[in-house]
C-alpha cells in the first residue's frame, strides 16, 4: 500500500464519482475528473474510497482510503488535498485511481431533486398501468436530462427514451422503486 493510503473494505453504497487525474503542485495536492457537472459528493465526503486505475500503471491493489483534507473547484477542475500525501511524488503515485464515496455521505437532494444514481434500475410505468421499463441509465442533453429504459419486445431488448421533466414525470416513488410518467407505449 503507498504512504498516505490505508487498506479499508468498499462500502456496500460504494458510488464511483471520479478518477485522480494528475498531480497539482508540488504540495501533494492533486488533480480529480468528477462524473457528475455537480460534483457536491466529492466536496461533502471527508473519506473517499480508491481502486486502482483500469488502465495503465497499478500503484497499489485493493481498496485504499483516502482521508480528505480539503476538496475545492479551482478553475475548471476540482483539486483535493490529503492526509498524508504531502509531495508531488506522493500525488502522481495516485494518478488514475477510482474514487468512490459512501451513498449516505452525499448531501440530501432538495424537494424534486434526485441523484441520478437513484434513479438507475426503478421501474417505469405510465398513468394507465402500462410498464414501459426499467432506467438503464440518463443522459444529459443539455437543455434536459432523458431517462434510459430498457424493455423487451417480442422477446429481443429495446430501448426507450423519455425526458426527465415535470411535463412527462408524474411521480419519483423512490421506496416504491418507480416513476409515473405521462407517456405511451407507441411514443
Not at 83 to 91: H, L, M, N, Y
Amino acid at each position: 500500500m503507498l504512504p498516505g493510503l490505508e487498506a479499508a473494505e468498499l462500502p456496500a453504497d460504494a458510488i464511483e464519482v471520479g478518477r485522480i487525474a494528475d498531480a497539482w503542485g508540488i504540495k501533494g495536492w492533486f488533480k480529480v475528473l468528477p462524473y457528475s457537472a455537480d460534483p457536491e459528493a466529492l466536496f461533502s465526503s471527508k473519506r473517499w474510497f480508491l481502486l486502482p486505475a483500469e488502465k495503465g500503471a497499478r500503484t497499489f491493489s485493493g481498496v485504499a482510503q483516502l482521508a480528505i483534507k480539503e476538496a475545492k473547484v479551482h478553475s475548471d477542475t476540482v483539486v483535493a488535498s490529503a492526509q498524508a500525501v504531502d509531495d508531488r511524488t506522493a500525488a502522481e503515485a495516485l494518478r488514475g485511481a477510482r474514487i468512490f464515496v459512501a451513498r449516505s455521505s452525499f448531501p440530501s437532494a432538495e424537494k424534486d431533486e434526485y441523484y441520478w444514481v437513484d434513479l438507475i434500475g426503478l421501474d417505469v410505468v405510465n398513468r394507465e398501468g402500462v410498464a414501459l421499463g426499467t432506467v438503464k441509465e440518463l443522459l444529459s442533453t443539455g437543455a434536459q436530462t432523458v431517462l434510459v429504459l430498457d424493455y423487451a419486445q417480442d422477446g429481443k431488448p429495446q430501448e426507450r427514451m423519455i425526458p426527465f421533466v415535470s411535463v412527462y414525470i408524474d411521480e419519483v416513488d423512490l421506496p416504491g422503486r418507480r416513476i409515473l410518467v405521462d407517456w405511451q407505449a407507441d411514443f
